[in-house]
């Protein structure tokens, strides 16, 4: 299990019209209904649960909730998948440890990135069943010389991390988070805006009654990058000085922080809200950070709940996909093959070639999981319907055309074994032309391995507060656990 136990909780849940009492149970893996059948002919997938599945389906998302609320960048998201895979038995991941069937690891690249191992019972050169998702999520972060004053105010210069809207930005409340590494070794851990008696920050924008001349500009005009800076404090100082230098001298009081030691360090400034159920029927969850922490969620928690596979699985969780997989804890990085060969020596010891580790790599199969735009009710035309995602319908295979999609073979497999885990699934291709995006899937194909890219749905992408169904999320546990389980 996940936790020790589950969270025990008791709510009246509208759904589907019906009051449904949430009691503490524990966490059945149930079977749904497809979404999908063979002729395409699909419905939502909350249609197809039992009563039994759906305490199971909201049971999970108070977990995923609870989760997203402490896992917000990539240096918290590894700590508690950390602390969570010690409480399920995997241990650190040594040259030495044995490669015995059912054995649990885990890897920590930097602590930005992180893999889960389970040891199967086929031999390593036959390949691996990898699971692949990102965990840093699009916010800004300070620049290394970032504490200004202006117009009596003191602020932060930021910088952004991932593709934005910056309007969607401002007048959002904010919180500062990450750690600052001084010169003498010491790291210190910043978390202020998250707790309810914490300050927030906040970019402030132009009010109705001021904004004459503006209302003209286009949206990427109206606020430039160098515009995003919230403000940070107010109140001067003795005799007029500037209120940065009372910030400066509040964090060297409070965290012993000089401003020349913000030059080592990695502050971003994230959304200060919860994570919260949303509509009548609390069928929807709205949370900062569900690209891609939503997908890395599910990957965890399915590699938790396996016990001895035949193929060795990997949760493979890595950072800053969202500007391009760079850096050595990103996708582009050497360091899964290393993990590879590592795994492969651990077996093999002095009999150990690299021609093997390359063997393993072609031999294995991957899934990249990562979420993606769904039917917005507000703008359905930036899809095309036949092959659009829905929420609440399922995962969703990415099938892109143009020469990105996985081989056809590699596609049936993945169908079959959804199908037989009764996983219910649906395509998603963008519009030609209109739209894309990328995942940290072919960073992996160009080691020769299978991949494919899915998901699940999810409305407003990239904003400060994204939102997704909850049966979609359950689902894509349960299709990565069949995929771990084969």
Not at 195 to 218: A, C, M, Q, V, W
Not at 272 to 282: E, P
Not at 453 to 462: A, K
Request: charge should be neutral.
């Amino acid at each position: 299990m996940f936790f020790k136990s589950i969270l025990e909780y008791t709510k009246n849940l509208i759904i589907g019209g019906l009051f449904v009492s949430l009691c503490s149970t524990a966490f059945i893996r149930g079977a749904s209904g497809a979404a999908c059948n063979d002729n395409m002919d699909c419905q939502s997938s909350w249609l197809t649960l039992t009563p039994e599945e759906k305490i199971n389906v909201f049971s999970f998302g108070e977990d995923y909730k609870g989760f997203m609320d402490k896992a917000r960048s990539e240096l918290t998201f590894v700590t508690e998948a950390i602390k969570i895979a010690k409480e399920n038995g995997f241990q650190p991941l040594n040259d030495d440890s044995p490669m015995t069937p059912g054995a649990r690891y885990y890897d920590n690249n930097r602590d930005r990135a992180v893999s889960l191992i389970v040891i199967g019972t086929d031999d390593l050169s036959s390949g691996f069943h990898v699971i692949g998702s990102h965990i840093d999520s699009p916010r800004l972060e300070l620049k290394n010389v970032p504490l200004y004053g202006k117009g009596e105010f003191a602020l932060f210069q930021t910088n952004y991390h991932g593709g934005m809207k910056r309007h969607q930005w401002t007048n959002v409340p904010l919180a500062l988070i990450g750690r600052v590494d001084k010169k003498d070794g010491t790291t210190i851990q910043i978390n202020i805006g998250m707790n309810e008696d914490d300050p927030i920050f906040l970019i402030p924008e132009l009010s109705p009654h001021t904004d004459r001349g503006y209302g003209n500009k286009t949206v990427s005009e109206h606020l430039t990058a160098e515009d995003m800076d919230p403000i940070i404090a107010h109140i001067p100082g003795p005799n007029g000085n500037d209120v940065s230098d009372q910030v400066e001298n509040y964090l060297k009081i409070t965290y012993g922080i000089k401003r020349g030691d913000l030059v080592s360090a990695e502050l971003l400034l994230i959304p200060a809200m919860k994570s919260r159920d949303m509509g009548f029927d609390r069928g929807l969850i709205a949370a900062y950070g569900q690209d891609d922490r939503l997908a890395s969620y599910t990957n965890v928690r399915a590699i938790l709940d396996i016990n001895i596979p035949t193929k060795t699985a990997i949760a493979h969780l890595v950072d800053n996909e969202e500007v391009g997989n760079v850096n050595n804890t990103g996708a582009k990085s050497q360091y899964f093959s290393n993990l590879i060969s590592r795994l492969i020596e651990a077996k093999m010891g002095k009999n150990m070639r690299e021609s093997y580790v390359r063997r393993a790599l072609s031999n294995s199969r991957m899934i990249s999981i990562d979420v993606n735009p769904g039917i917005n009710p507000m703008r359905p035309n930036a899809w095309e319907p036949l092959n659009a995602p829905r929420l609440g319908y399922g995962v969703n295979l990415k099938l892109y055309g143009r020469g990105f999609n996985a081989n056809s073979e590699y596609i049936a497999y993945i169908r079959k074994t959804l199908d037989d885990a009764n996983v219910p699934w649906q395509t998603a291709t963008y519009k030609v032309g209109t739209a894309g995006g990328g995942t940290i899937g072919g960073e992996f194909s160009r080691q020769d391995m299978n991949v494919i890219d899915f998901g699940v749905p999810v409305l407003s992408i990239h904003t400060p507060y994204a939102v997704s169904s909850k049966v979609d999320i359950w689902n894509l546990y349960r299709a990565c656990n069949a995929f771990f389980k084969r």
